[in-house]
T-cell receptor, first 114, second 114 residues
């Protein structure tokens, strides 16, 4: 079964600073990988996804993520954080083939200081 | 499309009462998921459907929870009897499926059992 680890429960950055949120997955084959964002009181919104091909994936709101097979990682990055990026971020993995059960990490809470 | 619609948005009930959460998936989506989000456990998959059939309900406490999808545009998650430990935010999500498509989330139902 697949699993996802987000090592950082909270991340605090200053507005305008760069951001990297970590995600490590465990799966026997090439996974499908997702990053979602959850604003307070809202559902989850997809930021970006990786299925195959180029390992650097561009998403909405200026986010990108890089799939590194050797490190089993799919870290989310943004070069300059805005105050509106403060939210909860979830990494998720979906299994190729067989039944589809998207598995989510515990989430990383992003705090943005002015 | 209006997206995934959940009702009610908030529910406060007394322990022992029956609670029914409702979900309308995006039209044409074959997969429907029910998740529970708590501070302690994060996002847990309770059950998911494919073409109205339960595919996996291993995450759902069977003694008090039941999930149904009587037609392609409606699903319910019922808790009877409810307990304080069921207090959480319950999300419904749908996707075109299979694995390489994103899940679209509703805004959730915040359930409080007192």
């Amino acid at each position: 079964a697949q699993s996802v680890t987000q090592p950082d429960i909270h991340i605090t950055v200053s507005e305008g600073a760069s951001l990297e949120l970590r995600c490590n997955y465990s799966y026997g084959a090439t996974p499908y990988l997702f990053w979602y964002v959850q604003s307070p009181g809202q559902g989850l919104q997809l930021l970006l996804k990786y299925f195959s091909g180029d390992t650097l994936v561009q998403g909405i709101k200026g986010f990108e993520a890089e799939f590194k097979r050797s490190q089993s990682s799919f870290n989310l990055r943004k070069p300059s954080v805005h105050w509106s990026d403060a939210a909860e971020y979830f990494c998720a993995v979906g299994a190729q083939g067989g039944s589809y059960i998207p598995t989510f990490g515990r989430g990383t809470s992003l705090i943005v200081h002015p | 499309d209006a997206g995934v619609i959940q009702s009610p948005r908030h529910e406060v009930t007394e322990m022992g009462q029956e609670v029914t959460l409702r979900c309308k998936p995006i039209s044409g989506h074959d997969y429907l998921f029910w998740y529970r989000q708590t501070m302690m456990q994060g996002l847990e998959l309770l059950v998911y459907f494919n073409n109205k059939a339960v595919m996996d309900d291993s995450g759902m406490p069977k003694d008090r929870f039941s999930a149904k999808m009587p037609n392609a545009s409606f699903s319910t998650l019922k808790i009877q009897p409810s307990e304080p430990r069921d207090s959480a935010v319950y999300f419904c999500a749908s996707s075109l499926g299979p694995s390489n498509t994103e899940a679209f989330f509703g805004q959730g139902t915040r359930l409080t059992v007192v």
